[in-house]
């Protein structure tokens, strides 16, 4: 299978300026490489209907293409089902009747790091099952026999963190995350994963249950997010973020494309155009403070922001 960077939205709404910045990242990232770039729509879970042909329109309309048609992960369901039972049957998984509750109240296990889940289901007798069964249907974890890994990522070099006894399926019969998106980024053949850097602690989680799937643990890249005004992960409350309502503001696709490229120091241009000047060694390692619309809604800083109907650059 030839290599494959991609795009994994989670169509719960329409993309911001900071999830299109990712998105031209993990393309420029994939195509210097020379890579097929995939778009996997993640609607296990927070899908709003009609969110996901918004995410498709928005993607296209700055120059992000993919490969082949859209891979949904609703449609996919028997590949977990298929990652969860050879799980099983090696005895790394077991059901967990554990509330989110419970699990906040329970005394960490003594040496476990924090937020990682305590235990408390992992060694019930067949007995104890049973009873607890008759209240409340299962999660399923995993059985995890390392307390950290460690990964290599592009931007951040060698990163370990907590590897705990993650949820592979929630309780209400939900594929959790951290399965589906190992499960694919193999099935897909993605050798290559750029997406942005509040996702870095869940990857010593995935690259582990890769190793224990024999499927092959994928380069990581793991870009800086865009900001507010006040230095929070940007929002759709920080105002015009959107390129429907930067529309609306007057400002195109165009210009928001060119100044995402400006902010990764970045010649303005089509994506294609663009490759040449392309280096991830040179890229910003800090995240970038997205500068807002002068009147466009709040959040807007007057004298630094875009304007409306000019080059960003040359304004
Ligand atoms: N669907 C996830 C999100 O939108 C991204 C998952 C990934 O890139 O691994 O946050």
């Known amino acids: 299978m030839t290599s494959a ?8 709404g329409e993309l911001h300026v900071g999830n299109l910045r990712t998105a031209i990242l993990a393309w420029l990232f994939a195509r210097s490489g020379g890579r097929r770039f995939l778009l996997r729509v993640e609607d296990l879970d927070r899908a709003r209907a009609g969110a996901e042909a918004e995410q498709l329109r928005d993607l296209a ?20 089902d298929g990652a969860i039972a050879e799980l099983t049957a090696a005895g790394l998984t077991y059901e967990c009747f554990c ?12 040496h476990a ?23 409340r249907p299962p999660a399923v974890r995993l059985r995890s026999t390392v307390a950290e ?35 694919d980024d193999a099935a897909q053949g993605i050798d290559q994963v750029v997406r942005g850097d509040d996702l870095l602690p869940s990857t010593p989680r995935q690259a582990y249950l890769a190793s224990l799937l024999n499927m092959p643990v994928p380069e990581y890249a793991h870009v800086p997010l865009v900001l507010n005004a006040d230095g929070a992960r940007l929002a759709k409350r920080d105002g015009a973020v959107t390129l429907a309502d930067l529309a609306l503001a007057g400002v195109g696709a165009d210009q928001v494309r060119d100044t995402l490229l400006d902010s990764l120091g970045l010649p303005p241009g089509r994506l294609g155009d663009v490759l040449a000047a392309f ?26 922001g875009l304007r409306a109907g000019t080059d960003s650059r040359g304004a």
């Open 149 to 183: 890994a460690t990964v290599w990522d592009v931007l951040h070099g060698s990163y370990t963190g907590v590897v705990d006894d993650f949820v592979l399926r929630r309780n209400d019969g939900v594929t959790a995350y951290n399965l589906a998106v190992v499960v």
């Open 279 to 304: 280096d991830p060694a040179a890229l910003p390692r800090e995240p970038w403070v997205w500068p807002g619309v002068p009147g466009a809604h709040k959040g807007a800083h007057p004298g630094t």
């Open 113 to 135: 790091p924090l937020g990682a889940y305590p235990g408390t289901c992992r060694n019930l007798s067949g007995a104890e099952r049973e009873a607890k069964r008759a209240a």
């Open 99 to 110: 509330t989110r509750r419970e699990i906040q109240e329970a005394p960490s296990a003594p």
């Open 61 to 80: 309309a700055i120059g992000v293409s993919w490969d082949g048609g859209v891979v949904r992960q609703t449609e996919r369901e028997h590949l977990y």
């Open 5 to 12: 960077g991609r795009f994994a939205p989670s169509p719960s």
